[in-house]
């Protein structure tokens, strides 16, 4: 049994892309959907698709490479299970210049820190990503 399906979700998502693999196969679930899309939209992924029914359902994402070499450098969990990070919109600033992202749970969704400072929310940090 997996205790933090995020956390897996993130590390296949990673030794995927540095090992060179097309897609990655993941347990599916609404939340890991969602910050799938959210990565496809800022480039770190190419697609993201639901396969199988009911019980046997999987997400398949696809990894994006930039001329073979991986758009995903790295990937840092921040809030885990035994200490939950949150931040205030406020607090949110751009990570490593801009050349990263943060993603968070928020009222209105998973959001990049970008889009939680327009949207004025914050939540809790899930990972970086660069």
């Not at 990655?24 to 939340?31: D, E, F, N, R």
């Not at 001329?67 to 035994?82: D, F, M, Q």
């Not at 607090?91 to 970008?114: A, N, Q, V, W």
């Amino acid at each position: 049994m997996i205790t933090d399906p995020i956390s897996d979700m993130i590390i296949r998502i990673k030794n995927g892309s540095k090992a060179g693999l097309e897609s990655v196969v993941l347990p599916y679930s609404k939340l890991k959907e969602s910050i799938a899309v959210t990565l496809e939209k800022e480039g770190y992924l190419k697609s993201v698709a639901k396969k199988g029914k009911k019980v046997s359902k999987q997400l398949e994402v696809v990894l994006a490479y930039d001329n073979g070499t991986p758009v995903i450098h790295g990937l840092e969990r921040v809030s885990k299970l035994s200490k939950r990070m949150y931040a205030g919109a406020k607090d949110l600033k751009p990570f490593r210049s801009g050349f990263g992202s943060i993603i968070l749970s928020t009222p209105k969704g998973i959001l990049t820190e970008m889009a939680a400072r327009k949207e004025n929310v914050g939540g809790e940090v899930l990972f970086k990503i660069w």
